[in-house]
C-alpha cells in the first residue's frame, strides 16, 4: 500500500517510501512467524510496525491488535500517528483501487488524545496497553511490544502473561533498542542461538542507505561508549 506518515512540520501528511531494509522487515511481519527485534534507534521500525497493523486492521475482520508500551504517552501518540496514516489512506482514490471495502474509522480529531484504543466496522480493533494484566478479558491476534527493553516488568514475566490470551495462530512482534544486560537481552541472545520460538532480526545504523562513517562519526562524537553501543551497535551497556 502506499503510506503517508505525519509531518512533524505541519497539519499534512509526507509520502513514505521504504528503504530496502524496512521492506524486508514488512515482508518478514507478513510471514506471521514471532519475531524479536533488536533495533539502533531512528530507523523507522515503530513506523513500519505501525503500518504492518493498519493492513492487518483494514485487511482482515474482527483482528484484535494489542500494542504494549512502557507508559501511556507513548501509546497514545502510537494512535495519533495511526489516526493520521489511516485517514489519509482512505482519503486518497488511487489507495481505494487497491483496497476494496476500506472499513470506517468513526472518530473526529478532537477525541483522538484520549483514545486507547481504536474500533473498525469490519470487528477489528487496536488497544494500547502498559501491562499485561489489562489484557486479561480478552485474546489477541498480533501483539506488538515496543521498547521492550525499558517495560517496568521483566519480559519473561510479562510474556508468561500474556501467551494464554494469544489466539492460536497469534503473532508476537517484539522490539527494542538495546539497554543493559536484562530479560530483555537474555531473550535475544537466546533467540540468537535458537533457544527460543522467536526469529532474531538485528537492525544496525549502517543499514539505513543515507548513513555513512562520517555520519556516524559525527552523530557519536559527544557520547559515551555506553550510549554508542545500545543506540548505535545494537550492543547491551555494560
Same mark, same amino acid.
Given at each position: 500500500?502506499?503510506?503517508?506518515?505525519?509531518?512533524?512540520?505541519?497539519?499534512?501528511?509526507?509520502?513514505?517510501?521504504?528503504?530496502?531494509?524496512?521492506?524486508?522487515?514488512?515482508?518478514?511481519?507478513?510471514?506471521?512467524?514471532?519475531?524479536?527485534?533488536?533495533?539502533?534507534?531512528?530507523?523507522?521500525?515503530?513506523?513500519?510496525?505501525?503500518?504492518?497493523?493498519?493492513?492487518?486492521?483494514?485487511?482482515?475482520?474482527?483482528?484484535?491488535?494489542?500494542?504494549?508500551?512502557?507508559?501511556?504517552?507513548?501509546?497514545?501518540?502510537?494512535?495519533?500517528?495511526?489516526?493520521?496514516?489511516?485517514?489519509?489512506?482512505?482519503?486518497?482514490?488511487?489507495?481505494?483501487?487497491?483496497?476494496?471495502?476500506?472499513? $470506517?474509522?468513526?472518530?473526529?480529531?478532537?477525541?483522538?488524545?484520549?483514545?486507547?484504543?481504536?474500533?473498525?466496522?469490519?470487528?477489528?480493533?487496536?488497544?494500547?496497553?502498559?501491562?499485561?494484566?489489562?489484557?486479561?478479558?480478552?485474546?489477541?491476534?498480533?501483539?506488538?511490544?515496543?521498547?521492550?527493553?525499558?517495560?517496568?516488568?521483566?519480559?519473561?514475566?510479562?510474556?508468561?502473561?500474556?501467551?494464554?490470551?494469544?489466539?492460536?495462530?497469534?503473532?508476537?512482534?517484539?522490539?527494542?533498542?538495546?539497554?543493559?544486560?536484562?530479560?530483555?537481552?537474555?531473550?535475544?541472545?537466546?533467540?540468537?542461538?535458537?533457544?527460543?520460538?522467536?526469529?532474531?532480526?538485528?537492525?544496525?545504523?549502517?543499514?539505513?542507505?543515507?548513513?555513512?562513517?562520517?555520519?556516524?562519526?559525527?552523530?557519536?562524537? $559527544?557520547?559515551?561508549?555506553?550510549?554508542?553501543?545500545?543506540?548505535?551497535?545494537?550492543?547491551?551497556?555494560?
Amino acid at each position: 500500500l502506499d503510506y503517508h506518515i505525519p509531518s512533524p512540520w505541519n497539519h499534512n501528511n509526507v509520502p513514505f517510501v521504504p528503504y530496502d531494509f524496512q521492506q524486508s522487515l514488512l515482508y518478514k511481519f507478513r510471514s506471521k512467524h514471532d519475531l524479536i527485534i533488536n533495533k539502533a534507534r531512528q530507523m523507522g521500525i515503530s513506523t513500519i510496525l505501525r503500518f504492518y497493523a493498519l493492513e492487518r486492521l483494514i485487511n482482515e475482520k474482527n483482528v484484535e491488535v494489542v500494542l504494549m508500551t512502557h507508559n501511556a504517552m507513548m501509546g497514545k501518540h502510537w494512535i495519533k500517528s495511526f489516526v493520521y496514516s489511516y485517514e489519509d489512506l482512505v482519503s486518497r482514490t488511487a489507495v481505494r483501487s487497491l483496497v476494496e471495502d476500506i472499513p $470506517a474509522l468513526p472518530l473526529t480529531s478532537k477525541a483522538i488524545s484520549k483514545l486507547d484504543e481504536l474500533v473498525f466496522e469490519n470487528g477489528s480493533r487496536l488497544r494500547t496497553i502498559t501491562h499485561p494484566n489489562e489484557m486479561h478479558s480478552y485474546s489477541c491476534d498480533l501483539l506488538l511490544i515496543e521498547e521492550a527493553a525499558h517495560l517496568n516488568d521483566d519480559i519473561d514475566v510479562v510474556l508468561k502473561q500474556i501467551t494464554p490470551n494469544m489466539k492460536s495462530q497469534g503473532q508476537i512482534i517484539i522490539s527494542s533498542t538495546p539497554r543493559k544486560r536484562d530479560a530483555f537481552w537474555d531473550l535475544w541472545s537466546g533467540s540468537e542461538r535458537g533457544e527460543t520460538n522467536f526469529e532474531p532480526i538485528i537492525i544496525t545504523w549502517y543499514m539505513h542507505p543515507n548513513r555513512d562513517a562520517a555520519w556516524f562519526r559525527e552523530q557519536t562524537s $559527544a557520547l559515551s561508549p555506553n550510549i554508542i553501543n545500545s543506540e548505535f551497535l545494537c550492543k547491551h551497556q555494560t
